[in-house]
């Protein structure tokens, strides 16, 4: 579930939020190391993980990053760069709320949005953010005659 301020059809604007939750589960961090590549045993191997700080398996920590991309999605956003600090474990069953809010705007129209990520306990997780470009106006023109997005 996603909650924005602003919208593709107004553009956004310095102020604009997201708040956008999931929980991860097994089946994701299954279907992320296929897709990635990444098959670490801190994500895979239960008996591993058991003997590590964190004492099972964890999250992908891009696969938590990227519910940014989410976020930029309902807002048709092109990204031209992602950073996040890591800062706690995500476990398989944990929900994370990540909050974002677009900071900036410069002279080119490229936009700065700062997020936050959260899990059920209210621990900070990851921070970090994203930039890029929102839809231009002859874009969202053309964003007017396709369907509704689901959110």
Do not use: C
Request: neutral net charge; aromatic residues 10%.
């Amino acid at each position: 579930m996603i909650q924005t301020t602003g919208s593709i059809m107004e553009g956004l604007k310095v102020g604009d939020r997201a708040v956008y939750s999931r929980t991860f589960t097994e089946a994701d961090v299954a279907l992320f190391g296929a897709l990635s590549g990444d098959l670490n045993p801190y994500h895979f191997d239960a008996a591993f993980a058991g003997h590590t700080r964190f004492g099972r398996p964890i999250v992908h920590g891009l696969l938590v990053g990227a519910m940014a991309t989410h976020v930029g999605g309902q807002w048709a956003f092109l990204a031209t760069s992602l950073q996040v600090d890591f800062l706690g474990p995500v476990y398989p069953g944990d929900t994370v709320t990540l909050e974002a809010v677009v900071e900036s705007a410069d002279e080119r129209g490229r936009f700065t949005v700062r997020g936050r990520w959260v899990n059920q306990a209210g621990a900070e997780v990851a921070r970090g953010g994203f930039s890029g470009y929102p839809p231009r106006a002859q874009e969202r023109a053309w964003l007017a005659h396709l369907p509704a997005r689901p959110a």
